[in-house]
């Protein structure tokens, strides 16, 4: 019976730990070497190609942090995520693009998890889109040249404890019907628009600090679109707090929108399913301190961490 069991009984299998550069010379090789998986160590250095990620592997920076285990690309996107499930962490994903045209990361399918990674350069940091889901934790996607994180095409993304400053363009867009993000613990800042959603997609934002963008910190636009927007601090936008436009639909409570330059709230007549409630609009002095517990959290990541040049922000003292 012993015999006949192990004769049987299915292998297991036990995830390769493969080294960059010492098993493989190139990120991209080792992706074509792996096994769904796989782990892919990436040690400090620049490496400049472009991977298509269509394997089931994490690839991780490795003895470095990310500003050492760097990724460039040449007029080209930096990863393509199209496998069924990854995972990326402690990186930073560049793009050298005289066209304006290519992205940091695009996730075309499946579920991506990215953890403490950079993203910068590209015509946008981050695209979601084709139904594929994406969660991202603790990662800094600044100066790109257009949207810092795109959703689009019935995608979904959960965002957390995450700084998305200085893009040329919007820090967060999200479109299309069956579109859903949440945001948690984000700092959103120095954007055009802090965070827009429209074309009937779904948003849900609690304790993000949103401020001194260009625009409005939140725009809803368009009708069957909805956003839930609780605990924030939405601050020093140029336009407003939070605009909301004909035909749209938001429940708005318990947010700190003070010290926006046209004023807290705007609301067109035509909006609908309304709920505005307890927030802080007209308080002369800015709060003080951010003691929630995803701002705890944030500060923790981001005390070490290099900051953009357009990225001053004390977490002590948002004022």
């Given amino acids: 019976m012993a015999e006949s069991a192990i004769q049987t009984a299915e292998p297991i299998n036990i995830p390769a730990h493969i080294q960059v550069p010492e098993d493989f010379p190139s990120v991209s090789i080792a992706v074509d070497m792996a096994a769904d998986g796989d ?12 991977i298509n990620l269509n394997k089931d592997v994490t690839l991780m920076g490795h003895r470095g942090s990310p500003q050492e285990c760097v990724l460039i690309s040449k007029n080209a996107t930096t990863i393509t995520f199209c496998a069924r499930k990854g995972k990326l962490k402690n990186l930073s994903l560049r793009v050298e693009d005289t066209s304006n045209f290519f992205h940091c990361l695009v996730v075309e399918n499946g579920e991506l998890e990215m953890e403490s990674c950079q993203l910068s350069g590209g015509a946008w940091g981050i695209c979601i889109n084709n139904r594929a889901a994406a969660t991202i934790r603790g990662c800094h996607i600044h100066d790109n040249k257009g949207t810092g994180v795109n959703v689009y095409g019935g995608a979904r993304l959960s ?9 040329k363009g919007r820090g967060i867009s999200v479109s299309d019907s ?5 945001l948690t613990g984000n700092l959103i800042h ?30 809803v636009h368009e009708s069957g679109t909805s956003a839930v927007i609780k605990r924030n601090y939405m601050q020093r936008n140029g336009w407003g707090g939070v605009r909301i436009y004909s035909g749209a639909g938001a429940d708005v409570q318990d947010n700190d929108l003070q010290g926006n330059q046209s004023g807290a709230l705007a609301i067109d007549k035509g909006s609908q399913n309304l709920v505005i409630v307890d ?28 900051r953009s040049p357009l990225s001053p922000l004390s977490l002590n003292s948002p004022a």
């Fill in 39 to 50: 782990i892919i160590l990436i040690a400090p250095g620049e490496y400049r190609e472009n």
């Fill in 159 to 167: 965002l957390m404890e995450s700084e998305v400053c200085a893009n």
């Fill in 178 to 182: 069956g579109t859903t993000v949440i």
């Fill in 190 to 219: 120095h954007c055009s628009d802090g965070v827009y959603v429209y074309g009937k997609a779904s948003l849900r934002m609690e304790e993000n600090y949103v401020h001194s963008n260009q625009d409005s910190g939140v725009t």
């Fill in 279 to 306: 927030n802080n609009q007209t308080a002369e002095a800015l709060p003080t301190g951010l003691n929630s517990p995803s701002f705890l959290k944030m500060r923790q990541r981001l005390s070490a961490a290099p």
